[in-house]
């Protein structure tokens, strides 16, 4: 037993001292872990002040540094993730988790489906109306606006999905209904969600990865075919053909076949799976013609260079309509000017918005909004829905009001409009352009957070016999009225 307890000892010093030296040397060389996040600079003396040592801070700063920069830590984080992964399941990469059969998700694909982040009828119409809009005033110019909404997931393998979501209870969700206002309004759109479903126990090989976000190798000329014949009949243009000469069968995930996987940061790489790889080429045809812009995710990725850089003369790819391609990882990306858009629209032959199931809470990235309205200049949101914008467009700020949903047994776009509500009161003064409506409602709200000035209009609601709202209006008005001329 001292034999035992003296060897354990022995290797806890020596693992100690390795990393040590580590530390001091960097001896060995670590591969790099995968992911977003950010790590803190080397321990610095220059940080040390008597108020930061009295505080704590800089003892906290200092052993967060050394946390992020300990011998061997990128190896030691691998060990660790590999226990959890191995033994419980458990995956330490956020927003990801292990279903049934070894299949990973992103966590945010299951709550579109589940129904968890439906956003509203209310808002998908409008958002909808207004890019029907955007397309018919694009069609005066001949310039075709396809949606496509591309495949998700969790829709696709709804069998794997952990237990402990209950996709069994599924509520509406926003593809449901994106679909469905999508053809009664008349926009031309492709749902590729149901044409992979379609496919899905004829194709040989899986059209999504087991280790994957995004679908596979083997789905993309599936969905590029689709994509290309449509857009040759909306603008009458003849694209270059291609064909698959070959599939490369692997047992390794290759690629984004294995995005998920890879953020595992695992000790050993993953089980092997089946997963084929087209090698594609194009048939010899008349000079490209087409220049378009695509508004799309990151599905977008395994199709710009591989394929349309084949078919278009020129593409613009404005990655989430919010980075430039190839920019978009730069730091800082490149973002997109979105001045005199109506002019930017108008020098393109067609413009592709494609988007996944996982991104459709965010309603588009606001593009149907800003296309709207630089068509119609004289039309301005308020600013509460500009603030319900980017809280469908925050992901950890969605998040936060899903949570607060359920928690409170409310519809998500109730809580919505009661954070995007808040947030307008509290930072009124500090928002940029406010109009006329934006004082009406500050004022009506303040109204409302006033009991006796509350109790004053809710009395000349009842004495005039009219709702509340109209009356809490029509008193916001005139105080606004008196306050003007006051001053």
């Given at each position: 037993?001292?034999?035992?307890?003296?060897?354990?000892?022995?290797?806890?010093l020596?693992?100690?001292?390795?990393?040590?030296?580590?530390?001091?040397?960097?001896?060995?060389?670590?591969?790099?872990?995968?992911?977003?996040?950010?790590?803190?600079?080397?321990?610095?003396?220059?940080?040390?002040?008597?108020?930061?040592?009295?505080?704590?801070?800089?003892?906290?700063?200092i052993?967060?540094?050394?946390?992020?920069?300990?011998?061997?830590?990128?190896?030691?984080?691998?060990?660790?993730?590999?226990?959890?992964?191995?033994?419980?399941?458990?995956?330490?990469?956020?927003?990801?988790?292990?279903?049934?059969?070894?299949?990973?998700?992103?966590?945010?694909?299951?709550?579109?489906?589940?129904?968890?982040?439906?956003?509203?009828?209310?808002?998908?119409?409008?958002?909808?109306?207004?890019?029907?809009?955007?397309?018919?005033?694009?069609?005066?110019?001949?310039?075709?606006?396809?949606?496509?909404?591309?495949?998700?997931?969790?829709?696709?393998?709804?069998?794997?999905?952990?237990?402990?979501?209950?996709?069994e209870?599924?509520?509406?969700?926003?593809?449901?209904?994106?679909?469905?206002?999508?053809?009664?309004?008349?926009?031309?759109?492709?749902?590729?969600n149901?044409?992979?479903?379609?496919?899905?126990?004829?194709?040989?090989?899986?059209?999504?990865?087991?280790?994957?976000?995004?679908?596979?190798?083997?789905?993309?000329?599936?969905?590029?075919?689709?994509?290309?014949?449509?857009?040759?009949?909306?603008?009458?243009?003849?694209?270059?053909?291609?064909?698959?000469?070959?599939?490369?069968?692997?047992?390794?995930?290759?690629?984004?076949?294995?995005?998920?996987?890879?953020?595992?940061?695992?000790?050993?790489?993953?089980?092997?799976?089946?997963?084929?790889?087209?090698?594609?080429?194009?048939?010899?045809?008349?000079?490209?013609?087409?220049?378009?812009l695509?508004?799309?995710?990151?599905?977008?990725?395994?199709?710009?260079?591989?394929?349309?850089?084949?078919?278009?003369?020129?593409?613009?790819?404005?990655?989430?309509?919010?980075?430039?391609?190839?920019?978009?990882?730069?730091?800082?990306?490149?973002?997109?000017?979105?001045?005199?858009?109506?002019?930017?629209l108008?020098?393109?032959?067609?413009?592709?918005?494609?988007?996944?199931?996982?991104?459709l809470?965010?309603?588009?990235?606001?593009?149907?909004?800003?296309?709207?309205?630089?068509?119609?200049?004289?039309?301005?949101?308020?600013?509460?829905?500009?603030?319900?914008?980017?809280?469908?467009?925050?992901?950890?700020?969605?998040?936060?009001?899903?949570?607060?949903?359920?928690?409170?047994?409310?519809?998500?776009?109730e809580?919505?409009?009661?954070?995007?509500?808040?947030?307008?009161?509290?930072?009124?003064?500090?928002?940029?352009?406010?109009?006329?409506?934006?004082?009406?409602?500050?004022?009506?709200?303040?109204?409302?957070?006033?009991?006796?000035?509350?109790?004053?209009?809710?009395?000349?609601?009842?004495?005039?016999?009219?709702?509340?709202?109209?009356?809490?209006?029509?008193?916001?008005i005139?105080?606004?009225?008196?306050?003007?001329?006051?001053?």
């Amino acid at each position: 037993m001292r034999v035992i307890k003296s060897a354990i000892l022995i290797l806890i010093l020596l693992a100690l001292s390795t990393s040590s030296l580590q530390f001091c040397s960097r001896i060995f060389k670590e591969p790099p872990l995968k992911g977003y996040f950010h790590l803190r600079e080397l321990p610095s003396l220059k940080l040390f002040t008597w108020k930061s040592w009295f505080s704590s801070s800089f003892q906290n700063e200092i052993s967060d540094r050394l946390n992020d920069n300990i011998g061997l830590r990128n190896s030691l984080v691998r060990v660790s993730n590999q226990y959890n992964y191995t033994f419980f399941g458990l995956t330490n990469a956020q927003g990801f988790v292990q279903g049934l059969e070894r299949y990973l998700y992103e966590e945010d694909y299951i709550h579109e489906y589940t129904g968890d982040y439906f956003i509203g009828k209310d808002v998908i119409d409008k958002k909808l109306s207004r890019l029907k809009n955007v397309t018919d005033s694009l069609k005066a110019w001949h310039i075709p606006l396809l949606l496509v909404y591309e495949p998700g997931k969790a829709s696709f393998y709804p069998e794997y999905i952990p237990r402990r979501f209950h996709p069994e209870k599924r509520t509406m969700t926003n593809l449901a209904c994106f679909l469905q206002r999508s053809g009664e309004l008349g926009l031309s759109f492709i749902d590729l969600n149901s044409y992979f479903l379609k496919m899905k126990d004829t194709a040989h090989y899986p059209l999504f990865p087991r280790y994957g976000m995004h679908w596979s190798a083997y789905g993309v000329p599936f969905a590029v075919d689709t994509l290309i014949k449509s857009v040759e009949k909306s603008t009458g243009t003849v694209l270059p053909k291609f064909k698959t000469n070959q599939l490369i069968i692997s047992q390794t995930p290759l690629g984004t076949d294995n995005d998920i996987g890879e953020l595992l940061n695992l000790l050993c790489p993953v089980k092997p799976t089946p997963g084929a790889y087209p090698s594609v080429s194009f048939e010899k045809s008349p000079a490209k013609k087409l220049t378009a812009l695509v508004i799309a995710d990151s599905y977008y990725l395994n199709i710009i260079e591989d394929y349309g850089s084949q078919f278009f003369m020129k593409q613009d790819y404005w990655y989430y309509n919010k980075k430039v391609y190839p920019y978009q990882n730069n730091n800082p990306p490149q973002y997109v000017d979105k001045s005199n858009l109506r002019d930017k629209l108008k020098k393109f032959d067609v413009v592709l918005l494609m988007v996944s199931e996982i991104n459709l809470h965010c309603g588009f990235w606001n593009f149907a909004d800003e296309a709207f309205m630089a068509f119609h200049p004289e039309i301005r949101d308020r600013k509460q829905y500009d603030i319900e914008n980017d809280i469908r467009n925050d992901r950890e700020w969605f998040r936060s009001v899903v949570v607060k949903a359920q928690l409170q047994h409310k519809p998500l776009e109730e809580i919505i409009r009661g954070d995007a509500q808040f947030t307008f009161f509290n930072n009124y003064d500090n928002l940029p352009n406010k109009g006329y409506w934006d004082t009406i409602q500050y004022i009506t709200l303040k109204i409302r957070n006033s009991a006796p000035w509350l109790a004053q209009v809710e009395k000349k609601a009842r004495n005039w016999n009219i709702p509340l709202d109209s009356m809490l209006t029509l008193d916001a008005i005139y105080s606004y009225e008196q306050s003007k001329k006051n001053h």
